[in-house]
């Protein structure tokens, strides 16, 4: 009942305690196990997995393609020579205007054996080059933050869809039911379209990402308030206890009342080991500078946090582990803030490639970054002509995957010459979601949940595995 | 024929279906199935346009070209079928439809009788039965004690006093149950809790969702209107017009007004970066499947994109159903407030808003003078700041205006300088609006629009339960004044079963009909389809009397049996049930939505607003307004108290016509660790002078001796405990620091958030009452967490 799959001595149980709690609820063994069970659904995968986790390390505002990991050359000879396309009712005031053709600030350098051209400013993700596959073709198909961002992670432009986290935590259940199984880890601020982006929509409530704030508890009400002592929590769980048993006693036929006596014993379980995960402190000194956190590191501290985190979750057992890095939007100075934008990543996800990698954990994890669209080539003249950046663009974008199942080392998909389309290996969003969970085991069409009289599934209608990306 | 049977304009409506059955039904026979004369096979588009030994059968978009109309008018040296003549009608149905460029529907008519029970009329009932005559096992009857709590918490959303339990006990005359469901039904808070059921289901939030989240400000309004309209037990008809067309139906009516605000409540948002045929186009998505979902219990999100796969609902009624709200545009309008209004707090509250807000636009001042009128500099090191000001300043003008006396509501075309559709939507002005063509879009795809559609009604209630579709009208105004009606009619088969259903289901837990926002299909079949049609009778000849039918149900002896299983109650009931039984509840009823106690790392997490943050979450001051019930409190999209959101509340996004009841672990902390539940424990240990008069209070009863043994010693222990450890006093407020990853300079900049303006009256603090009080606050948080309270059988 206890064990999790994943044996790291870290976290496994400790059996004392269980039985301790067992006793105080006077629950018994028996009972907490029937009711544990009918809480959570492990239905295990529909085919053999080539990942058994994911981190998708999700870029919030958009991230540059052409800024990043698909440098466009012929927009040196573009700069501000005026664009031109057909303009439609389908465009957003932003895109609307005088626009011009911008040039990219950033050089780009060739890595890896098969010399992807990538930002000189990713020294560090460079090395990683090689167990990369790249992706030029994925198509966004909203230019507005809240609601792309709503596809991208739910599938649905309109919130309130199960997140991708929700959909595959409910099609292979949990690996260690002493932690959340969809962890999300949000910048400082929650991402617009707010918790909508991690919640389990129409699926149940076991299936929401339980998000670890920047502050404060890292499950929320999971200590007592200040100067509640353990000794007082205890005598008071006692008392409830044998109130609790009373009133089963009263209710033989009613099966709930035991798996909400166990749910109680799973909160303190989760009491104990939570924090134990968290401990980042513990890592090695070597560790901690590898993914940028402390010391120096100003820059990368926050994200190389996060990204450890990421690691120690997938190694706790953690199924879906979802990393928000902020502050892509560069429609002005986009030099400047995409700067220290790549800065703050470039460490952190080149250690935590590197760290599964040593570690023996990139077979097993499908590693995801993405924004929820890509930018445009052109921009219109603001702030006196010297703040170029980049508006919205949803026909063209990058996006990177690595890890279990997918090619190690390539570049799937291409742009046009100024990155304003994708022309090559082209595929709408659920594509791409229907492959996330390819790899994961699941097929889509299989993984459905009966809502208001309808079959409802991530894609919505279904999909095409993205083939070229597959290893 | 059975097209013939229907009258011109019904053909008219249903269009290319009907041309397709009829094909199928007169035609098939010879041209495709078994045989394929003239080498013509009818049976596909494609075989169409290919034709037979004569050539194409249609020429899409030419009619007279076509030798399918020529065939059946008998033109050409051709007559078909043969030794039949159609009728005019059938012909003129043929001409539109290749007119109209020949779309093939996939939709097929061979659905089980079974999957159309909802649409088909029901049989007249018999008035006299009763509804324990439908389900005829006679089970054990409840005890009383369980009754009264049953009732109470079912009608009011709190749980009963000892007194009103003793007295119910005591209570041996005749009508003593029927009394008490009378008193129940009387309440004010009988409204509180069934309009609960109510905004569930139309999804009700006091903000837009998305990137701002920026408040609408005076749905607070509509939140009322439902209330009373429980409240007076409005015929549901009446409730039902003033919805989805009180402005057309009821002009110059207030309360018709503000009930419009249904039609506006799900999320939404245009900004600078939406498209705006998009963000229309999702708001006519969202209100054509609210409308369904909530009055007609259909799904139609499936006949967005294609015809419905496993109901009649072809695209083109949900295209049809969609055109009526074409002309439908959000308004603002003033409306003063109504004596059944609370209007008692408005200026209190308002004048707190104002002054932060005023701080707000002072510091701007400070910051870079006139630079918000266009003029002056702005330093660029302080463009972030500045920037987190203009943001607020902008939710702040929107929240301003929920003390003004305005209406969240909708107008047949826009109102002249009263729209309502925020800075970046473009409004002409009303003499040169034109009601936007509505086409069916194959695939949901905006920028594929086929056939151009006019307004109409969903033709399967025609089809199936002989209920004729109206014409409704391509003019700006009255669209929905005749979907309304046809909407809210007793002959209207879906819509009468539909509410009775959600009455049940709220009553019992699990409805007649278990899905209650599908009845087609894939909804689950009614258990007992003789008893909801029986029910739904009452409804309309009650004279759709919703608290007629909680008579009949609540007054049956399957209310009254005896349960095995118990029902956790739902999020709102507990928070208000902990804040009643602590004595902390406010019954101050109506008003602007209040900001109650939540979680602090909740209340001080930033959130993303579209290139800053948001302001921070401060509860209301006053114990007596941010202690109301949870219906009161304000329904903030990115912003759920997780007090409701981790007990299961309802999504502010999708109908929920059902709640979760999962037990998750995170309910646990919230009800054993949360701030709230030991404030309110506390709150209950220093109202309290023993053990047994907590048991009274949270349980409605003694404790039994056992109970009361380890309680007594529990709270022995305890009481050791504090008093010889006195508690810290009271930690000085945190000042709330933002950090944001600025676009500007992908660099972090912080924030300190100014101090709320009202002094915060604060709850209890263990530091201020005795080690007795805290030793009792102890055991009622015991009490709180107890399965005993959080059941109801």
Known sequence: MFTNTRKTALLRPRLGMVSRRDALFGGGMGLGAVALSAMTSPKGPHHKARAKNCIFLLMEGGPSHIDTFDPKPKLDALHMTKFQKERTKFEANMNTGERYYVKSPFTFKRAGKLGVEMNSLFENFAECADDICFYRGLRAESVNHPTALYHLNTGNQFGGDPAVGSWVTYGLGSENKNLPSFVVLPDTAFPQGGAANWSNGFLPAEFQGTPLRAAGAPVLDMAPPAGVTAERQRAVMDLMGALNKGHQQQHPEHAELAARIASYELAFRMQAEM???????????????????????????????????????????????????????????????????????????????KDLKQRGLLDDTLVVWSGEFGRSPDNGIRAGGQAWGR????????????????????????????????????????DFHVTLLHLLGLDDAKLRYLHAGREKQLSQVGGEIIREILA | MRILALAAAAVSVHGALDVLSALKRDCFGCHGEGQVLSKLDLRSREAMLKGGARGPAIVPGNAEASLLLAAIEGRKGLQMPPGAKPSAELVAAVREWINGGAVWTAWKEDYKSEDLWAFRQPKPRDKAKTVDAFLGVSTAKADKRTLIRRVTIDLTGLPPTQKEIDEFVKDNSKDAWARLVDRLLASPRYGERWARHWLDVVRYADTNGYSNDFERPNAWRYRDYVIRAFNEDKPYNRFILEQVAGDELFPGNPEALIATGFLRAGPWEHTGMSVEAVTRQMFLDDVTHATAATFLGLTLGCAKCHDHKFDPLPTKDYYRMQAVFATTEFA????????????????????????????????????????????????????????????????????????????????????????????????????????????????????????????????????YGGYPSPVVPETVEGRRAVLANWIANEKNPLTARVMANRIWQYHFGKGLA???????????????????????????????????????????????????????????????????????????????????????????????????????????????????????????????????????????????????????????????????????????????????????????????????????????????????????????????????TSELTGEQHKFTHPESPAAYEHNLHPSEVTPKARALGDIALALINSNEFVYVY
């Open chain 1, 275 to 353: 924090p134990k995960v968290l401990e980042i402190e513990k890592e090695s000194k070597a560790t901690l500078e590898m993914y940028g956190i402390g010391g120096s590191n100003k820059d990368t501290d926050a994200v190389g946090r996060r990204c450890l985190l990421a690691r120690r979750m997938v190694e706790a057992g953690v199924r879906f582990v979802q990393v928000i890095v902020m502050g892509w939007d560069s429609h002005d100075y986009i030099e400047k803030a995409h700067s220290a934008r790549m800065r703050a990543i470039d460490k952190p996800i080149a250690a935590l490639l």
């Open chain 1, 391 to 430: 508006d919205h663009n949803a026909t063209a974008m990058s996006t990177w995957l690595a890890g279990g199942g997918v090619k190690r080392g390539a570049i799937v998909g291409a742009t046009d010459e100024t990155g304003l389309q994708g022309v090559e290996a082209v595929h709408p969003i659920k």
């Open chain 2, 332 to 463: 603002r309008p003033k409306l003063p407030f109504l004596p059944t209004e609370n209007s008692s707090d408005l200026a209190y509250g308002k004048s707190l808003l104002q002054k932060v807000s005023d701080d707000v636009k002072t510091k701007m001042e400070r910051m870079a003078p006139g630079y918000q009128q266009g003029r002056g500099t702005l330093p660029p090191d302080q463009f972030e700041e500045y920037k987190l000001y203009q943001k607020h300043n902008a939710l702040h003008k929107e929240s301003l205006d929920r003390y003004e006396p305005k209406a969240f509501a909708v107008s047949s075309g826009p109102r002249n300088g009263e729209t309502d559709g925020g800075a970046n939507m473009r409004y002409p002005k009303r003499a040169e609006y034109k009601p936007a063509d509505v086409h069916v879009l194959p695939g949901g795809n905006i920028q594929a629009p086929a056939e151009k559609v006019s307004p109409g009604v969903l033709s399967l209630l025609e089809r």
């Open chain 2, 514 to 740: 278990a899905d209650a926002n599908n009845f087609g299909k894939m909804g689950a079949k009614p258990s007992n389809p003789e008893l909801l049609d029986w029910l739904a009778s009452e409804l309309v000849e009650s004279g759709w009397s919703v608290k007629a039918v909680h008579r009949k149900i609540l007054n049956s002896q399957a209310y009254q049996a005896a349960r095995s299983e118990g029902r956790r109650v739902e999020a709102e009931v507990l928070r208000d049930s902990i804040l009643f039984v602590a004595g902390e509840l406010s019954e101050e009823r109506g008003g602007p939505g209040v900001f109650p106690d939540i979680n602090e790392d909740v209340a001080r997490q930033p959130l993303h607003r579209m290139g800053s943050l948001s302001p921070v979450y401060r509860p209301d001051a006053l114990k007596r307004i941010r202690n109301r019930r949870t219906i009161y409190t304000f329904q903030q999209r990115s912003l759920v108290d997780p007090m409701v959101e981790v007990f299961n509340g309802a999504s502010m996004d999708l109908s929920c016509d059902r709640r979760d009841a999962a037990t998750v672990p995170t309910q646990a902390f919230a009800l054993f660790n949360s701030q709230f539940a030991h404030d309110m424990a506390l709150a209950m240990g220093a109202r309290v002078s023993n053990v047994s008069e907590l048991f009274v209070r949270v349980l409605g009863r003694a404790p039994r001796a056992d109970e009361l043994r380890s309680a007594t010693a529990t709270y022995r222990k305890l009481l050791a405990q504090h008093t010889a450890a006195a508690p810290a006093p009271r930690a000085a407020a945190r000042p709330v620091v933002h950090s944001i």
